[in-house]
């Protein structure tokens, strides 16, 4: 069913209004998913914990995934949290990498824990 819903939704489109010599978006991404079959539903800031960045994804296929979350920002490490923000374990990864494995049909949130871990 999710791929029959992903084919319903409309493309983006991206038009760049005004070229620039700037970094332009793909190049030096705040928050990157490496997978091919890893979904992102959200990004956003803490609610709960009101301390980090929320990052919500899924795995919408009937087979485990492995995949790499990548941050472009300082943080201290990142940790899956239940819908609540509350701590369910730290994720593995060195620098701005955090190894990602998602069985079939799960839900995944990470908090990417803010500090000042110097990221390369």
Same mark, same amino acid.
């Given at each position: 069913?999710?791929?029959?819903?992903?084919?319903?939704?409309?493309?983006?489109?991206?038009?760049?209004?005004?070229?620039?010599?700037?970094?332009?978006?793909?190049?030096?991404?705040?928050?990157?998913?490496?997978?091919?079959?890893?979904?992102?539903?959200?990004?956003?800031?803490?609610?709960?914990?009101?301390?980090?960045?929320?990052?919500?994804?899924? &795995?919408?296929?009937?087979? #485990? =995934? /492995?995949?790499?979350?990548?941050? %472009?920002?300082?943080?201290?490490?990142?940790? +899956?949290? &239940?819908?609540?923000?509350? #701590? =369910? /374990?730290?994720?593995?990864?060195? %620098?701005?990498?955090?190894?990602?494995?998602? +069985?079939?049909?799960?839900?995944?949130?990470?908090?990417i824990l803010p500090g000042?871990?110097?990221?390369?």
């Open positions: 069913m999710p791929s029959v819903a992903a084919g319903e939704n409309a493309p983006v489109l991206v038009r760049v209004p005004n070229r620039h010599t700037g970094i332009l978006a793909g190049e030096d991404s705040s928050i990157s998913v490496e997978s091919a079959g890893l979904v992102v539903t959200a990004v956003k800031p803490t609610e709960y914990s009101n301390s980090g960045m929320i990052v919500r994804l899924y &795995n919408p296929t009937d087979v #485990p =995934i /492995r995949g790499t979350l990548a941050t %472009g920002f300082l943080h201290s490490g990142a940790e +899956t949290v &239940n819908f609540r923000e509350e #701590p =369910i /374990r730290r994720l593995a990864g060195e %620098g701005r990498e955090f190894a990602l494995k998602l +069985t079939p049909h799960e839900i995944m949130t990470v908090r000042k871990k110097e990221v390369q």
